[in-house]
């Protein structure tokens, strides 16, 4: 299940996912069923928030890693200052 601990648990209800940030990566789960469904690579993540209508996640790292909510295909990274802690998306 990787290394390092587990830090902010997020799960989006819209696309049915629980993302759970450890060490490297984000661990990707369905929310259903818990049964892994990817994993966002090189994504120093404290904490994750999801955009359900642009259908982007974010990971709150530095950079600030974004990807695809649908795929979890890697978009882009989003250069940051300082060290992120937590990361929240509001409507």
Known sequence: MGTGGIDYVY?????RRLYVPRGSEVLVFDL???KSAGSI????????AV???????????SPVVMWDAKTLGHDQNHRVQG???GIVFER
């Open 32 to 34: 259903d069923t818990l």
């Open 83 to 85: 060290r992120p802690d």
């Open 41 to 48: 690579a090189n994504a120093r993540a404290r904490g994750v």
């Open 11 to 15: 799960a989006d209800n819209e696309n």
């Open 51 to 61: 955009d359900p209508k642009a259908q982007h996640g974010f990971c709150s790292s």
